[in-house]
Each structure stands twice: as C-alpha cells, then as structure tokens.
C-alpha cells in the first residue's frame, strides 16, 4: 500500500477543508471515533485511561476521544503539554466540551513523579501530543512526557505517528513512543514502516472517491466500522 508524505497529507488536509468542504472538526471527529473502537478491540480490559494531548490537532482528537470514552464510561485522564489557553482555535472548542467528571492536569505543572503515578495507574495511554507535522526533535514537557509513557508497563496507543516520529523518515531523532498499536487516517506515513509503531490501522475520515482516482491510488478496504489493519 503506498505511503503519504508529509507534504501530501498536509495537501489533502487543505483539500478537505477548502475543496470538499469538510470541516477539521469532522476529520478529528472521526479519527477520534475510530481511536474509540480500537481501544475497544485492543484493550476491552480498560476502565480507566490516560491521554496525554498536545496542543495543536492531534490533540484535539484526544480531546474529542477523551469524551467519547467518558460517555462509554470510561475514567478519563487528560495530561496536557500546555495549559488549555495555548490551545488551536479548534481544540479549543472541543475542551470546553469535555465530559465533566474528566480529569485535567498540565504537565508544565507536576513533577515527574505525579506523572509517573497516573501514567502507572491506568490501563491504557492514549499519545496525542504530537501527529504527522513534526519535523525536527522533541523538545520541552513532549520530550519529558515521551520519557515517562515509556517508562511506564502501561500500553500505549498512539494517534497519527508515535510522538518523536518523523513522518517520512521514522524514528530519526532518538526520542520517541514506542506504541503497542498506532492509528492512522487516511493512507500510512512512510514512519509507519518502523516496528515501534506496534499494531498499525488506518481509519476512514471520508476522503472522496475522487481524490484516490485523482491520485491514482487505491482506497482502502475498510471493515463496517471503518477500521483497516495494516498488520
């Protein structure tokens, strides 16, 4: 199956907003929503989990994911890399409609070891610090975070690319998740490629039939829930 690079994803991100006129809600809606059945299907043990979000739109998926999973009754645990004023426009929007008995802490504000005690007392951890635009090494409370998810025997599944990973180019930086199963939309990045991704699906966000014509690319055959393992 072919891979998207980062600039090609970038590319079809735009079109869907501005030529097929889906808004970005929409997309991280359903990315979330397909994050919400993997971690049904992986870790149907989870009754509490931990979601550590970034502030741009991955973690805006986190936090859509994070109230989805509330709803399902799940004990949710948001760990931010910044504080909730640092937010893009659109996770934003999704933080103010966070689950109430969501738990919140920013990372800024507790010492490794408060983090180390939540990572260490849940059943899964959910990476959506960093997706597919990074370009350069971790750096700050991300590169801390990625230290204290690996240290943790907690499984973790990452959303997009595993935080640390060039999207092109893999695990080139040193510091990364190592994820037990990665979800991806759309098409895999070249990074998926890497066996720290663990389990790999895609998830269908509803990119029209003609961009694949377009692109001379074959979709993916997704199952009845919009899921497509890769291996």
């Not at 979000?53 to 859509?64: K, P, Q």
């Amino acid at each position: 199956m072919r891979a998207l690079s980062r600039r090609e994803l970038q590319d079809l991100d735009e079109r869907m907003i501005h030529q097929y006129h889906v808004p970005l809600a929409v997309t991280l809606e359903k990315i979330a929503k397909g994050a919400v059945l993997l971690t049904e299907e992986r870790y149907p043990y989870a009754r509490r989990a931990v979601i550590v979000a970034g502030s741009g739109n991955t973690g805006g998926v986190g936090l859509i994911l994070a109230r989805f999973l509330a709803e399902r009754g799940i004990a949710v645990c948001i760990i931010l890399t910044q504080h909730e004023l640092f937010l893009k426009p659109t996770s934003q929007r999704m933080f103010s409609h966070l689950h109430h008995d969501t738990m919140l802490g920013v990372s800024p504000e507790a010492h490794d070891d408060e983090l180390r005690d939540v990572l260490y007392s849940t059943n899964v951890i959910i990476d959506c610090m960093v997706g597919y635009p990074l370009g350069r090494s971790p750096e700050g409370e991300v590169r801390r975070l990625i230290g204290l998810v690996n240290e943790s025997p907690v499984p973790t599944l990452a959303i997009d690319v595993p935080s640390g990973f060039d999207a092109d180019r893999g695990p080139i930086y040193g510091t990364h998740i190592v994820a037990d199963s990665t979800l991806m939309h759309v098409l895999p990045r070249s990074a998926a490629l890497s066996e720290d991704t663990g389990a790999l699906y895609l998830v269908d966000v509803g990119v029209p039939e003609a961009w694949f014509r377009q692109e001379e690319i074959k979709p993916p055959e997704y199952d009845l829930r919009g899921l497509y393992p890769l291996r």
